[in-house]
């Protein structure tokens, strides 16, 4: 018995088919084949836990067929993709997709689909990104039937990443499956096909068709890995980094150590803009995750880690309570991920030292909100002064003063302010 015979009849499969069953009769009744296809097929050859929220299917029932058979079975329809093969349902708690056999292709300078139906599901499964992805299970069978035209079990046994067609032609398909071969080399351990390789070299600037969007959240999805390393590497031998993001190097991969940082992308995405920073080099963080359509909050929250971080990396003295207050202030939130990425780029006795004063101040007093306990109203009663640049200047010495001396009481702001008004009434 072979190891894929083995899967198919594994407690895991018996229960994934199990729920694939009601609808195979159906389709089976209408004399119709039915194929459960992506990652849920591969992970059960691979003997990994299925992890999918979704089962795909794909059939040589047209899109209309389709809709008329699933609907009696469905607690929920969507036909959004029809134009496209798909209908979508939810069947038994679970969402499945399922798509006619396609035989399409892209135009050359764009993503956008020529969509064209088969009968062939073998077809189908050649217009798909890796030979690991183009397995298929039949459903409307007596008896599971595994499809395996492409040796995508061979691929996975040996742990080799190759695409079902050439890869020139599945790349031309879909440049963005270039960044995917990364991510699924660090995912699941494989090594590129020495074709595959030579094909992304050779059309790594075709990713310029693809959205800025599609580009990040690939890249979210490989910095999401809990080691990501192999597949960053792939993206920076291959040229394809240089396409999105230049600031990574084989000297930043080879440097940090990406399983000991949090699985968090923003986070591993600060520490490579940390890093180059450390290594010599400006890069200009917001206008790169612009150009990769961040959100504002996510471009705000990247470059103020960065800019914290080499702040830390150049602190060379002691951290007395002045300056903890000072580094904390309007970035409390900030110090766990600036500490961690400081000490991913090489910068781990700072972010120690850092980590420890944080710890030993934030025992005494709270360090999250480091306000003052009067407003610019208190403070125009205190001096007997209007609304004008003279309370800005007040509020900002009395904040100064609060981050050296810790809290402050509302009569200890009050006479600090009216002290300090008569101090600078007194300057030559």
Not at 244 to 260: C, M, N, R
Not at 312 to 333: I, K, N, P, Q, T
Not at 399 to 427: C, K, M, Q, Y
């Amino acid at each position: 018995m072979t190891a894929s015979h083995r899967a198919l009849h594994s407690a895991a499969a018996e229960a994934v088919l199990a729920e694939c069953r009601p609808i195979g009769k159906v389709f089976a009744a209408a004399g119709y084949r039915l194929y459960l296809v992506g990652g849920s097929v591969r992970d059960l050859i691979d003997g990994r836990p299925i992890d999918e929220p979704d089962f795909d299917f794909t059939t040589d029932a047209l899109p209309k067929a389709t809709k008329e058979l699933i609907a009696p079975l469905a607690d929920a329809l969507w036909t959004q993709g029809e134009r496209f093969g798909t209908i979508a349902a939810h069947v038994g708690g679970r969402l499945v997709e399922i798509t006619t056999h396609r035989a399409e292709a892209y135009e050359p300078d764009t993503r956008k689909p020529t969509v064209s139906f088969s009968d062939d599901v073998r077809i189908d499964l050649g217009r798909r990104d890796f030979t690991i992805n183009a397995l298929a299970i039949e459903v409307t069978t007596p008896s599971p039937e595994l499809i395996d035209p492409y040796g995508g079990v061979s691929d996975l046994t040996m742990r080799r990443l190759a695409t079902p067609l050439s890869p020139q032609e599945s790349f031309s398909d879909d440049p963005l499956r270039m960044m995917r071969a990364a991510r699924f080399v660090a995912r699941f351990a494989l090594t590129a096909d020495r074709d595959l390789v030579e094909a992304v070299r050779e059309m790594a600037a075709r990713l310029a068709v693809v959205s800025a969007e599609r580009i990040r959240d690939e890249f979210d999805k490989l910095l999401s890995l809990p080691d990501p390393t192999s597949g960053l590497r792939f993206l920076c031998d291959n040229g394809l980094s240089g396409q999105f993001l230049p600031e990574l190097s084989a000297t930043i991969i080879d440097a940090v150590d990406w399983p000991a940082l949090s699985g968090d992308p923003q986070l591993r995405l600060a520490t490579v803009f940390a890093a180059a920073r450390a290594g010599g080099h400006t890069p200009d963080v917001a206008a790169r995750l612009r150009a990769l359509r961040s959100s504002r909050h996510t471009i705000a929250h990247l470059v103020a880690v960065t800019d914290a971080v080499g702040r830390l990396c150049e602190h060379a003295g002691r951290w007395d309570d002045a300056s903890v207050r000072r580094f904390v202030h309007r970035r409390f939130e900030l110090v766990d991920s600036v500490v961690a990425v400081a000490a991913a780029i090489g910068c781990r006795e700072q972010a120690n030292r850092l980590a420890a004063a944080v710890a030993a101040l934030g025992a005494r007093e709270d360090l999250s909100t480091l306000s003052v306990p009067i407003g610019g109203r208190e403070v125009m009663d205190a001096l007997g002064a209007e609304a004008g640049p003279l309370i800005g200047d007040a509020m900002d010495a009395l904040l100064a003063h609060r981050l050296v001396v810790g809290p402050l009481s509302r009569d200890e702001a009050i006479a600090f302010v009216n002290d300090w008004a008569t101090r600078r009434d007194r300057r030559p």
